[in-house]
T-cell receptor, first 111, second 116 residues
Framework: AQSVTQPDIHITVSEGASLELRCNYS??????LFWYVQSPGQGLQLLLK??????LVQGIKGFEAEFKRSQSSFNLRKPSVHWSDAAEYFC?????????FGDGTTLTVKP | GAGVSQSPRYKVAKRGQDVALRCDPI?????LFWYQQALGQGPEFLTY????????KSGLPSDRFFAERPEGSVSTLKIQRTQQEDSAVYLC??????????????FGSGTRLTVV
């Protein structure tokens, strides 16, 4: 069965600093991988996805993620964080149409 | 509609009460999913419809949970004889395509269920 681990429960960065959120997955075949963002009281919004091909994928809001098969990782990055990026971020792996999510990383942005 | 709509946004139920949670997916979306999100955790899969067919209900925690999508659009998640452990946010998501080639979900804002 697939699983997703997000090792960092909470990360704090200063506005304008770079960001990397870690995601490790366990899955037998080539995974479909996703990052979602959830603001308080809201549903999850898709940031980006990886199915195949180029291992560096671009998403919305200036986010990108890199798939590294050798490390079973799909880390999310942003070069310069904005205060509005404060939210909870979830990594997910999909099989047969249903997704398994990590427990999320809460991002706090300091002014 | 423009997005996935869920109602009610908040529901407080007394233990033992039955509840029904509604999801209106994006028009034309084939696949519909229900997830349960406990406090401080990621969403966990409950069930999945492709049109009106319930293809996977392996995540439903007990036989008190029942979901339907009779006409392939609106879906209802019903919980009978609610227990305190059912307290969570119930998220509905829809996707344009079905099967393995899922291009990512569009989620609703969820229904927060509190059982007292």
């Amino acid at each position: 069965a697939q699983s997703v681990t997000q090792p960092d429960i909470h990360i704090t960065v200063s506005e304008g600093a770079s960001l990397e959120l870690r995601c490790n997955y366990s899955y037998g075949a080539t995974p479909y991988l996703f990052w979602y963002v959830q603001s308080p009281g809201q549903g999850l919004q898709l940031l980006l996805k990886y199915f195949s091909g180029d291992t560096l994928v671009q998403g919305i809001k200036g986010f990108e993620a890199e798939f590294k098969r050798s490390q079973s990782s799909f880390n999310l990055r942003k070069p310069s964080v904005h205060w509005s990026d404060a939210a909870e971020y979830f990594c997910a792996v999909e099989h047969a149409g249903k997704s398994t999510f990590g427990d999320g990383t809460t991002l706090t942005v300091k002014p | 509609g423009a997005g996935v709509s869920q109602s009610p946004r908040y529901k407080v139920a007394k233990r033992g009460q039955d509840v029904a949670l509604r999801c209106d997916p994006i028009s034309g979306h084939v696949s519909l999913f229900w997830y349960q999100q406990a406090l401080g955790q990621g969403p966990e899969f409950l069930t999945y419809f492709q049109n009106e067919a319930q293809l996977d209900k392996s995540g439903l925690p007990s036989d008190r949970f029942f979901a339907e999508r009779p006409e392939g659009s609106v879906s209802t998640l019903k919980i009978q004889r609610t227990q305190q452990e059912d307290s969570a946010v119930y998220l509905c998501a829809s996707s344009l395509v079905g099967g393995e080639a899922n291009y990512g979900y569009t989620f609703g804002s969820g229904t927060r269920l509190t059982v007292v």
